[in-house]
Nanobody
């Protein structure tokens, strides 16, 4: 049963851009907030950004502020992560997830109910 599907990962040179997409197969699975997390080899899964479906409020990790932009298309149940000025440290598997929560708690992975399968982003130096 497919619930959240990411796409758009790939290999890019430092300074380049990528756009990730995450589509919820049904409105049921999109929750109140959609978030992006990333996990590099040997490291914990880290919060990247999130957006509220209701009011579009966005939140970002300090490490990506000013470089990444999260947006949503409510009609398509899809969220996007535009990543600019990419750095080698951005290399990771990127996951989208949906949460029934809003507010600061959405920076925590355990606030999320559904997860996508992940998409690899590799930034070469």
């Amino acid at each position: 049963q497919v619930q959240l599907v990411e796409s758009g990962g790939g290999l890019v040179q430092a300074g380049g851009s990528l756009r990730l997409s995450c589509a919820a197969s049904e409105r049921t699975f999109r929750g109140a907030t959609m978030g992006w997390f990333r996990q590099a080899p040997g490291k914990e899964r880290d919060y990247v950004a999130s957006i509220s479906w209701d009011d579009g409020r966005t939140r970002y990790a300090d490490s990506v502020k000013g470089r990444f932009t999260i947006s949503r298309d409510s009609a398509e149940n899809t969220v996007y992560l535009q990543m600019n000025s990419l750095k080698p440290d951005d290399t990771a598997v990127y996951y989208c997830a949906s949460s029934s929560w809003t507010g600061p708690v959405v920076a925590r992975a355990n606030a999320y109910d559904y997860w996508g399968q992940g998409t690899q982003v590799t930034v070469s130096s």
